[in-house]
Structure formats: C-alpha cells, structure tokens
C-alpha cells in the first residue's frame, strides 16, 4: 500500500533561517505528490504539487520541494523563514494503487518559527 | 470564487444528540471528502463521493456515522448518536478530478465539533 512519512513531528527554526520539512513516499509507480499548509483554524491550504513537468517545483509564499525518484523524497523548502510561516505542513501522495480518488497524507510537520 | 462552505463552524451537543455536518463543494468539481482531524490520529479520510455517488467509506468508524449527497452542491455528514469520542475537527473537501488526475483538493475551514 501506499504511504507517506514525515520526518519529525515538529521543526523549530528563527526567523530568515533555512526551512526543510522532509517527506518520503512509497509509491511502485511515478507518483504525483502535493504539499498543503494549514493555519490554526484554517482547512488545508495547497502549497504545491509534483505532476512529473518538473522536479522542482515552486509553490506560493516562496516555498519549492524537489522531487528526487531515487531518494523517493519530496521534501519542502524555504531559504529564508518568516514568522507568518508557523503553521502545519501536510505532504500526500496520490492514491495510484486503489482506484484512485484518494489522497494519502503523511502525519504532518508543525511548523515553529522563532524571532 | 466560493470555496466549499461547511456548516456550521462549531458545535457544542451532548452526547447522545444528532450532529449534522453540512457542506457545499466547489461550483463544478465532481469528487467530494469528509476528513477527520484530531491530535491522536491526525487526519483521517472518512469517505469519499464521484458525481454524488460513494466511492469508499471504508474510513467511516461506525454504524453511528452516516454521508449522503443528494445533489452536486450539496452533502452532509451526520452522526447518530453522538459520543465524546466524536469530537474533532471535520474537514469537506472537493476536487475536479481523481488521486490520477493530479487534482488538488480544496478543503473547507472545517467543522469543530465537541461532544460533552
């Protein structure tokens, strides 16, 4: 079955650091793999996606991840945090395997952001 | 443009009460979600709809949970009785197309139920 894994439940960074949210995908097929965001009482947001145009992809608010097959990683980055950042971050996957229709989400990666 | 619209924001009930959960997808997109979230168990798919037909609700935990969608632009999520254990935050979403068709989904701010 397919699934994803997100490394570490909570990242912590200060404000104009590096941004990494790891995400890795199983997957036997080229997968299509999105990012979203959620804000306190907020639904989820998306950040971007992976449709095989490109491996890297840029999204809004600055962020990009780099699909990497070989690594079967798809992990988030920003170089340069802000505050308004601080927020859960939710990688998924496509479900190929079952009749698709669904997506299949990580755990997600709360986000921290320190002054 | 309208995103989907759930109903209503928050709901306070005692256990034992009826809760409906009401939303109205995206103009146009044919693929409807409800989700649960909680700290325990993170976001969970609770089932799924295609052109108002369900798809999967493998993810529906009991009897006591029931979806329909009697039209395109509408669906409701009910819970009959309802039990403390019931309490989350439930999301709707709507997409254009299937997990294949590289569609994102477009999630509601969601319904934040408690349960006393």
């Known amino acids: 079955a397919q699934s994803v894994t997100q490394l570490g439940s909570h990242v912590s960074v200060s404000e104009g650091a590096l941004v990494l949210l790891r995400c890795n995908y199983s997957?036997?097929?080229?997968?299509?793999l999105f990012w979203y965001v959620q804000y306190p009482n907020q639904g989820l947001q998306l950040l971007l996606k992976?449709?095989?145009?490109?491996?890297l992809v840029k999204g809004i608010n600055g962020f990009e991840a780099e699909f990497k097959k070989s690594e079967t990683s798809f992990h988030l980055t920003k170089p340069s945090a802000h505050m308004s950042d601080a927020a859960e971050y939710f990688c998924?996957?496509?479900?190929?395997?079952?009749?698709?229709?669904?997506?299949?989400f990580g755990q997600g990666t709360e986000l921290s952001v320190k002054p | 443009d309208a995103g989907v619209i759930q109903s209503p924001r928050h709901e306070v009930t005692e256990m034992g009460q009826e809760v409906t959960l009401r939303c109205k997808p995206i103009?146009?997109?044919?693929?409807l979600f409800w989700y649960r979230q909680t700290m325990m168990r993170g976001l969970e798919l609770l089932i799924y709809?295609?052109?108002?037909?369900?798809?999967?609700d493998s993810g529906m935990p009991e009897d006591r949970f029931s979806a329909k969608m009697p039209n395109a632009s509408f669906s409701t999520l009910k819970i009959q009785p309802s039990e403390p254990r019931d309490s989350a935050v439930y999301f709707c979403?709507?997409?254009?197309?299937?997990?294949?068709?590289?569609?994102?989904?477009?999630f509601g701010d969601g319904t934040r139920l408690s349960i006393l």
């Open positions: 103009s146009g997109h044919d693929y």
């Open positions: 979403a709507s997409s254009s197309g299937a997990g294949w068709s590289n569609q994102p989904q477009h």
């Open positions: 998924a996957v496509s479900d190929l395997q079952n009749q698709g229709g669904k997506l299949i």
């Open positions: 992976y449709t095989s145009a490109a491996t």
């Open positions: 709809f295609n052109n108002n037909v369900p798809i999967d």
């Open positions: 997957s036997s097929v080229p997968p299509y």
